[in-house]
């Protein structure tokens, strides 16, 4: 085990930037200056997201291994980009370290990181490493770029717009269920072995959830351009306010038109939690939600892992879900919020 | 006092971000989506900067004021862009802030990095905001631009090049040490009023320092285009070894032309330091180093604020000062850095 301390920030820096290939063009000058270059077609303009990871707040490093953890914080930022209808370019990485952290950890943290970077295709070009005495922080910015005309935004739905959501909801919120009750399980058994027999759909999509790239091309190979998007971070209802807030309408969902997969239905009945709430509050799921003109709809069906949940409707109608049973429930930004007191 | 915990994340983030204002044209699109939106004029190439800075290893909020930090958290890395001899555009902010603060302290750290913001015509036009279990967490990510034959990179020395430093160099390190010196003289005491007077530069160079864009506007006006530059945050010694590590050069710089301020010298003698150690290592001074070619002497010498020390040598002769005396000693990188031990 190497101590960090003996390579300093510079050498330490060197050392996780060592070979550090650029796929991009758009990249001139990576890690090693006062700040990375970058030259963007004309035509495009340019995105910018960020992201704050905080140990204890947002990953748990008793499940969480390091590389999938650098992972997961490269992807979630990638996600946000494609979420504007972009392409993900380049990314800075700020990691505070605890002392309790050898060169190995920071090294499997960086293998995640650039295992997304490569099979993303985004440069990393820059960042800043610094002692932390407050557990393990990393800081990712992601810069994108875009034509103009291609860009989606959050206010551009309209009346009449078909909502759709990607692959499944509800997943990840059951996988960290999974991983907290089996934490708890195994305290102080050291010959303890989690069992996720059955559950690894749970698992994955927690510890190592993927930006939907796919979708965003496949919506472009069907000829649609969404009229609005934003990846699914905190939950679907929290999100589908945002886009209706955002855009000035409001909206009707279909409970039975949300995608669940089944793993997360048999996890819910096992945990006794309402599954429909799940899906619809459970954070990280880093699906697209995104709405398309009712033109589209014969297109939209046709693309693959796309599901059309229901409708944008006037302001005046506000936000809400019909259930099987035909009530209608106010939708809720309940998302996972760990700023609200409730949630700690 | 207001508790944030009621306001939660995006309460929080729209009370922050309210009545923000865009000056650059650049700035398409700001807060509010899942990235910002920038265009940038087709000449020029992209600049990408970020730092992360931690309670108690790059701050202590005994001595420091909130709406300093967020004033120098800004300012910071604008110098980084400057140090490119670019023009900062925007700025992303990450913040993560532990229970202990209120929605007002936050808003005194907002309020700081809005004032740079102002002052330097940088653009806000993102960030994260989160709970830490871990004291205060600031990162910023700042984005400038460039016509791409102006940048100037750290590794364009050439023997025989001068080089330069703007400003005066230690006094921020004097400052922590009066800050430090005044916090243990008060351990306890509630009555205790700490004493700067005739200090007032030191602390100010510390708590409030600023980015040398009117350097890099002189230099410009000059008809002085630096052939390697970077802004001086680790000490004088360990960045000149930077830039000559990059150059494959050497150098040589001269003890009794580092420019020092009378208060800086006083606050030596008075802490029985070595001067010109806290001038080659202190850090924090936010100066710019730079290199010009020799052809450029009489032109940089009319520059104010900007000090000759010394010039670019073959790399084989190494990196070292002259002192008073005539000897030589040689450079060494022990700038402030927070990943070694000994300096914790």
């Known amino acids: 085990m190497s101590e960090i301390s003996s390579l300093g920030e510079f050498g330490l820096i060197d050392r996780l930037t060592e070979n550090i290939q650029h796929v991009n063009p758009s990249t001139l000058r990576g890690v ?45 930022n990638f996600s946000d980009i494609y979420a504007m209808n972009g392409t993900p370019r380049q990314i800075t990485v700020s990691l505070g370290i605890s002392s309790r952290f050898t060169l190995e950890h920071v090294e499997e943290l960086y293998a995640g990181i650039r295992l997304a970077c490569e099979v993303y295709g985004v440069d990393l070009v820059g960042g800043d490493t610094s002692a932390s005495h407050q557990g393990l922080v990393i800081s990712i910015t992601c810069i994108g770029e875009a034509p103009r005309d291609r860009i989606v ?46 559950k690894e759909y749970l698992v994955e999509r927690q510890l190592k959830p993927e930006a939907r790239r796919d979708i965003i091309e496949r919506l472009d190979k069907a000829g649609i351009k969404p009229t609005a998007m934003m990846d699914i971070s905190d939950g679907l209802s929290s999100e589908l306010i945002h886009i209706c807030t955002q ?98």
């Not at 990871?53 to 914080?73: C, I, Q, R, S, W």
């Not at 551009?156 to 269920?177: E, F, H, N, R």
């Open 32 to 76: 090693g200056d006062d700040a990375a270059v970058m030259h963007y077609e004309p035509h495009n303009d340019v995105l910018v997201t960020t992201d704050l990871l905080l140990e204890n707040v947002h990953f748990d490093l008793t499940y969480v291994p390091l590389k999938h953890l650098g992972y997961k914080a490269a992807v979630v």
């Open 153 to 198: 935004y959050r206010d551009g739905a309209k009346p009449t717009d078909l909502i759709c959501v990607s692959g499944d909801l509800g997943a990840a919120y059951m996988g960290l269920q999974l991983l907290e009750r089996e934490k708890v399980a195994s305290a102080g058994r050291k010959d303890f072995v989690p069992d996720f027999a059955g």
């Open 247 to 344: 855009s000035k309408t409001g909206c009707r969902i279909y409970e039975d038109r949300i995608p669940i997969d089944y793993q997360t239905a048999v996890m819910a009945e096992e945990l006794n939690m309402n599954l429909v709430t799940a899906a619809l509050n459970g954070g990280e799921d880093y699906e697209l939600l995104f709405t398309v003109p009712l033109t589209d709809h014969e297109k939209v069906l046709k693309v693959e892992g796309v599901h059309v949940i229901g409708y944008i409707t006037e302001e005046k109608l506000g936000c809400a879900m019909i259930t099987r049973d035909d009530a209608e429930i106010t939708l809720k930004a309940q998302g996972w919020n760990p700023l609200r007191d409730e949630q700690k």
